[in-house]
Each structure stands twice: as C-alpha cells, then as structure tokens.
C-alpha cells in the first residue's frame, strides 16, 4: 500500500521539527533552557511579578523565529495537503512556521508566540502576525500575556478535544521531532493505534515513545519525510 492511500493523516510535530529550520529545543544542547530558568522566564508567576521581563524574553524568542526560514518538510506537508484532504498537524510547537510555510489544519497545542491575551477581561485575544495591536496592554489597562503554555498552566481543553478527535480516527499517525516526553503528547501513539492506525516516528534519535511505532526513521524531519512520501 503507498503511504498516500491513507485516508486520514495526522502529522504530530514537535521541537525537532522547528531545530532543522534552525529554531533552538528547549532541552538538550543548545537548549533555551541551558541559558535561561523557566521559572524568571515562563510561568504565571514570573509574569506577575516582572511581566515587562517576560514580555521581553518572548519578544526574542519570536526575533529568532523569524530569522529561521520553514525547511523541505514544512514544504513536503504543504504538498501532501494539496493532494490529500484529510490532513491535519497537532503541533507542540507556538512558533508558527507551519503557518508560515502555508501548511493548513494546524491545532497547537501549546499556544502561539503570535498572539497575545487579556485575562481580565474575559479572554480578548491579539494576532501579533496581523500587526492588530502592537501594545503591551490591553485597552482595559491590564498586561496582555502570551496565548502559550507556560509551566504548570493547563492545556485548553479545546484543543486536547480536537487533537484526540482527529488521532483516535486518524488512519496514519507521523509523529515528527518529538521526545514523547511531555503529556498528552506521551499519549498520542497509543491512541492512535488503538484506532488501527500505523504508526510512523521521524527522530534522529529513539524517543520515549519508539517502542510503539511500527516503523521508525531515524532522520532529521526533511530527510524522514522525504524518504516518507517520496520513495516509498
Ligand atoms: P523536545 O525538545 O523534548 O524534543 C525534541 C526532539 O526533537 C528530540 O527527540 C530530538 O531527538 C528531536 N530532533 C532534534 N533535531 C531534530 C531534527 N532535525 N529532526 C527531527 N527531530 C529532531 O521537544 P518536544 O518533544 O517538542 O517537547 C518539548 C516542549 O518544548 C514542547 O512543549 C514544545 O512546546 C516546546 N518547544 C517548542 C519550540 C518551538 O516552538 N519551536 C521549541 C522548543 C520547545
């Protein structure tokens, strides 16, 4: 059977994915947090105590998203999306250059470094990409926090709905530069073969989760996905 007569593709992404484009992990070498605490950095409470400190912090994260460029497998995704219907990518990753190389169906899991909230105020939220707003408070006064998973916040169970509902009848399961570490991600290839589907890892190197998959490359994401959907 060719790797495209599937009929519903899940594609779960994670740092690995965003490292080839050049965009640092949050772990292992060269990782943000070898450089940084989290805790001045990424939590509900360093924000209120130092929200300008934070906000500066992730005004640099996105100056460095931007000088990375999407890779041949963003490019590979677009195309398989032009020939497929049904593919979506639950992403962990809050960069957004998925949406950057114009690869669709994008559930984040973790939020987005392009787009701020206003917690006081019901939830107000602002496109930072669409240059909407360019303040670092909302119009009530209050501090407008980045749309992202911080440590020890919840994930919007929105989200966790909509990624379940695609993966427990997903028909593929690609998981792509992820540890498999972090919950629920830790979750997604048991679900995915409960619902019969195989199951394929893209990891240079063996993940938490390697034991579950039916077929592994071990390859950076460009080199996986190439020998994927182009010589299989
Ligand atoms: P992780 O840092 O725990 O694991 C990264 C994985 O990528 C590792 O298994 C590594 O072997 C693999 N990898 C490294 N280079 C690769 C390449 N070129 N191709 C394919 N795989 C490669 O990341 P995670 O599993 O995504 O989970 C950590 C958390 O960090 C997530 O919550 C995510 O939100 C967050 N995060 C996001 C970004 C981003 O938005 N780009 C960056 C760093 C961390």
């Given at each position: 059977m060719n790797i495209l007569d599937h009929n519903r593709i899940v594609l779960f992404t994670g740092a690995g994915m965003s490292a080839e484009s050049g965009v640092p992990t949050y772990r292992g070498q060269g990782?943000?947090?070898n450089e940084y605490?989290?805790?001045e950095y990424a939590c509900q409470t360093a924000f209120d105590e130092?929200?300008?400190c934070v906000l500066d912090f992730h005004e640099l994260r996105?100056?460095?998203a931007l000088k990375c460029e999407p890779h041949s497998g963003h490019q590979m995704i677009k195309e398989v999306q032009e020939e497929h219907d049904?593919?979506?990518?639950v992403t962990q990753n809050i960069d957004g250059i998925h949406q950057?190389?114009?690869?669709?169906?994008?559930?984040e899991l973790h939020g987005s470094l392009w787009r701020l909230r206003c917690e006081n105020e019901g939830h107000i939220f602002y496109d930072l990409d669409k240059a909407e707003y360019r303040s670092r408070k909302c119009t009530c006064g209050s501090w407008l926090r980045p749309d992202i998973i911080?440590?020890?916040d919840m994930l919007d169970p929105e989200n966790i709905e909509r990624s379940n509902e695609h993966i427990s009848c997903c028909d593929l399961f690609i998981s792509i530069g992820t540890s498999g570490f972090v919950w629920p991600a830790a979750g997604y290839p048991k679900l995915a073969k409960s619902s019969g589907a195989l199951c394929i890892e893209i990891n240079p190197d063996p993940s938490e989760q390697s034991h579950m998959y039916d077929r592994i490359y071990h390859e950076t994401a460009g080199e996986g996905l190439r020998k994927l959907f182009k010589s299989d």
């Open positions: 990782g943000i947090w605490k989290w805790e130092d929200p300008m996105r100056i460095e049904d593919v979506w990518i950057r190389a114009e690869n669709k169906n994008v559930v911080w440590f020890n």
